[in-house]
């Protein structure tokens, strides 16, 4: 095969590859927030948080009563209740906003990021490698987070 001919043959995979993302592998996406849409939105009010979903949850009630009072605010019909732990450190839980369970906690150094009508979650949106956070993101499944990214 001449030069000219494998020119254009790696000119048309490349083309095919930056514009069709289908051809391109998954872990070179980043993840969107419309990509992972939820079905519905709760709109009702919130429950009470339920500590003995949690038994650590006491530990925090200021925090979760106060935040959950706040209603959905991620995924459709759940609450992200956040607080500060220390430079450069934060605490969050998520709760059913319906039920008032405690059903997840997680820790960041750089925050979050996330949208009622997504179940996406991005922790450390903005990594600052200095304290060694690194953006990461998560779909929520209703009980825990899977990394996708």
């Given at each position: 095969?001449?030069?000219?001919?494998?020119?254009l043959i790696g000119g048309i995979l490349f083309n095919l590859?930056?514009?069709?993302?289908?051809?391109?592998?998954?872990?070179?996406?980043?993840?969107?927030?419309?990509?992972?849409?939820?079905?519905?939105?709760?709109?009702?009010?919130?429950?009470?948080?339920?500590?003995?979903?949690?038994?650590?949850a006491k530990t925090f009630r200021t925090h979760l009563r106060?935040?959950?009072?706040?209603?959905?605010?991620?995924?459709?019909?759940?609450?992200?209740?956040?607080?500060?732990?220390?430079?450069?450190?934060?605490?969050?839980?998520?709760?059913?906003?319906?039920?008032?369970?405690?059903?997840?906690?997680?820790?960041?150094?750089?925050?979050?990021?996330?949208?009622?009508?997504?179940?996406?979650?991005?922790?450390?949106?903005?990594?600052?490698?200095?304290?060694?956070?690194k953006t990461e993101y998560y779909l929520w499944n209703g009980?825990?987070?899977?990394?996708?990214?």
């Amino acid at each position: 095969m001449n030069k000219p001919m494998m020119v254009l043959i790696g000119g048309i995979l490349f083309n095919l590859i930056a514009v069709n993302p289908m051809w391109a592998a998954d872990n070179h996406r980043t993840p969107t927030f419309s990509g992972y849409p939820v079905q519905e939105i709760y709109t009702g009010p919130p429950a009470k948080v339920d500590f003995s979903s949690d038994p650590g949850a006491k530990t925090f009630r200021t925090h979760l009563r106060e935040g959950i009072r706040e209603g959905a605010n991620f995924a459709g019909s759940y609450t992200i209740v956040s607080w500060g732990c220390g430079t450069s450190c934060q605490m969050h839980a998520i709760l059913s906003t319906k039920t008032g369970k405690v059903l997840h906690w997680f820790d960041t150094c750089g925050g979050e990021k996330y949208w009622m009508d997504s179940r996406l979650l991005i922790v450390n949106p903005d990594s600052n490698e200095e304290f060694g956070c690194k953006t990461e993101y998560y779909l929520w499944n209703g009980k825990t987070m899977e990394r996708v990214k």
